[in-house]
């Protein structure tokens, strides 16, 4: 994640209306670019 980065507000709000909208594929999206895993997950909380 530390090439993660908000660019400015209106990024900030897309950003979280994504999150709002399908957390489960935002939180699975950021997980797999960010985090090195033995094993893929298999559903996400």
Avoid at 17 to 41: C, D, G, H, L
């Amino acid at each position: 994640m530390s090439s993660y980065s908000i660019k400015s507000l209106e990024h900030y709000f897309k950003v979280y209306r994504q999150s709002v909208r399908k957390p489960k594929k935002f939180w699975s999206k950021i997980a797999e670019n960010n985090f090195t895993w033995y094993r893929k997950w298999d559903k996400v909380v």
